[in-house]
């Protein structure tokens, strides 16, 4: 080869180089999910998103991030009405009490099936109607409103509006000022219209098709809300990371406008195009969900919340069965590898705990929290609001009682890293989404998402060695737990996860070409930190963003 080739490919090589190093920055980012930012206790708390000024009134926006829940203050003239709320209402009284509001009513968008709804309990803490669909099938006193109705709050007018889609009792509400009775300034859509998407159609369990909930969508956008003026603005029940969607946006509000602009559902014009579109690649949902919606519907039992610890469960090996109990355990992936009960799950509170739980735990099983008093108190919390009542058990009381414990230590990345070069690693098994999976790998590893890991897991070995592995050791952790139910002796988490391996600076798999792989070496220390932000934009009050994780 001559000296002219090789110096022309040698300055090929650097300036490849070059902007692999300066891309990094994007294969550190796109890797960051729920589990794997850092955020604390905060992101399972309402907090106030904020407050919006209209002519006449004004509305108070609230999120629970863990939930990606939105819930609402319409507030005039010293009257409330609260849309949307979460099972725990200790936040949004809190909010209308410093306002100096009275609430005259609370506003149910649908019949929810993600969480469970706080109607109850404003009814027995200020004695206010519940304003619902009347096609919503509740077994409890309501005010039913149909397409048409109107109820006054101070200056406000609210008037319903019938917007089937995502359940066949979704109902918005349009909401007027005291100066134009004809132009509505905001509307409340529920989980019919999210900033960047739609409800999705496929939760109702057999009681009404995807496809017949997605067309009456289509009806319902094309025939009553892109009709409305561009100028509305669309508050919506969920962002970013709500499984009740696709691909939301974290932008906690939208104009009619700008969803006729920007929404990728919308752009559909031909009904059978906008179906297809919308019924195509949903993520699974939780299997708690028709379990929640069924709670909503009969009225959730009142929760006492002050109460004090329930007496703790008592230690038995029958925990220790899979068959007759799901013992979660709510302590960091480090605390759960240094000893846990035997087939006890890692579910840690700092993740989307509600979510995870509904997800692994099925509905109806004995279930027990393990953890120190706190965690147990924060837990039980955190899950009446998807309406699980579990027994709890501290760690130190099972172990007083001399039962045994299991320990699964993990594997660094440099060990890993070790093992695959000299060719002597075991299965490595990645237990993310099969997208996250194919976007980026530690290396050639088999793909059993953690959702569908216990069922799946029947292709292993149970006898022979096992690594998992997720972004940031949050979702693998959980893991180690499910294939111990399965019966599997030698089960390891990689510490850190992926975002370990590569801040460690080993090569990954970044995407798939028709061609093949392209193996790519990550260099130390080129990972943007977690909230980190663009230059010159502003810090949004949102605690960090919680993403889809599942």
């Known amino acids: 080869m001559g000296k002219s080739v090789r110096s022309a490919l040698l300055v090929v090589s650097i300036i490849l180089s070059l902007v692999f190093l300066l891309s990094f920055g994007a294969v550190g980012e796109a890797i960051q999910d729920s589990e794997s930012k850092t955020h604390g206790l905060d992101a399972s708390r309402y907090y106030v998103v904020d407050t919006y000024q209209f002519p006449g009134f004004k509305v108070i926006q609230m999120e629970l991030p863990v939930l990606s829940i939105y819930s609402y203050l319409l507030i005039s003239e010293g009257e409330a009405l609260v849309v949307d709320p979460c099972r725990d209402i200790s936040f949004i009284l809190d909010v209308a009490k410093k306002e100096g509001a009275k609430i005259i009513g609370v506003y149910l968008s649908h019949s929810h099936a993600d969480f469970v709804a706080g109607h109850m309990e404003l009814v027995n803490a200020v004695k206010c109607p519940i304003y619902q669909s009347h096609k919503s099938g509740a077994q409890y006193p309501f005010k039913p409103v149909q397409e048409g109705t109107e109820i006054q709050v101070g200056k406000a007018l609210v008037k319903f509006l019938e917007t089937p889609g995502h359940t066949p009792d979704g109902m918005c509400a349009l909401v007027y000022g005291p100066d134009n009775a004809n132009v509505p300034e905001l509307m409340f859509t529920g989980d019919v219209l999210f900033v960047g998407s739609v409800g999705r159609p496929d939760l109702m369990e057999g009681t009404a098709s995807a496809a017949w909930l997605a067309s009456a969508f289509f009806d319902s956008w094309q025939n009553k809300i892109s009709k409305l003026e561009d100028s509305v603005k669309v508050f919506p029940a969920h962002g970013a990371g709500s499984l009740c969607g696709a691909h939301l946006s974290d932008k906690p509000f ?51 919340w002050n109460a004090d610890l329930p007496p703790e469960a008592a230690p038995d090996m029958g925990l220790t069965d899979p068959e007759k109990a799901y013992v979660v355990d709510l302590r960091d992936a480090d605390a759960y590898a240094a000893g846990h009960i035997p087939n006890s799950v890692n579910i840690a509170l700092r993740g989307r705990f509600e979510t995870w739980v509904g997800i692994m735990v099925p509905w109806g099983s004995k279930m027990v929290l393990v953890g120190s008093k706190e965690q147990l108190k924060e837990g039980l919390l ?19 009682a001399k039962m045994p414990i299991t320990v699964s230590q993990p594997i660094t990345p440099s060990a890993l890293h070790a093992m695959m070069q000299k060719g002597d690693a075991p299965l490595i098994v990645d237990v993310r989404l099969p997208a996250e999976w194919m976007a980026l790998k530690i290396g050639t590893v088999l793909n059993l998402p953690l959702n569908h890991l216990s069922e799946q897991s029947q292709k292993l070995d149970p006898e022979a060695p096992v690594v998992v592995v997720c972004n940031s050791a949050y979702r693998s952790s959980m893991a180690v737990g499910v294939l111990e139910r399965k019966g599997f002796k030698a089960v ?59």
Request: glycine share 10%.
């Open 254 to 304: 939208s104009t009619i406008g700008e969803e006729k602009a920007t929404n990728p559902y919308l752009k559909y014009q031909k009904k059978g195009e906008f179906v297809a579109a919308l019924i195509q690649d949903l993520p699974e949902a939780p299997q708690y969900f028709k379990h929640n919606a069924a709670l909503n519907k009969q009225g959730p039992p009142l929760v006492k």
């Open 382 to 400: 955190r899950l009446h609001r998807i309406g699980y009542s579990p027994e709890i058990m501290t760690l130190e009381q099972w172990k007083n």
């Open 492 to 550: 390891r988490n990689l510490e850190g996860g992926s975002q370990a391996w590569i801040d460690a600076g080993f090569p990954v798999f970044e995407g798939i070409n028709p061609g093949g792989e392209v193996t790519q070496t990550i260099p130390k220390g080129k990972t943007k930190p977690a909230g980190s932000q663009e230059p010159g934009k502003k810090k949004s009050k949102r605690p960090l963003e919680i993403d889809e994780g599942c």
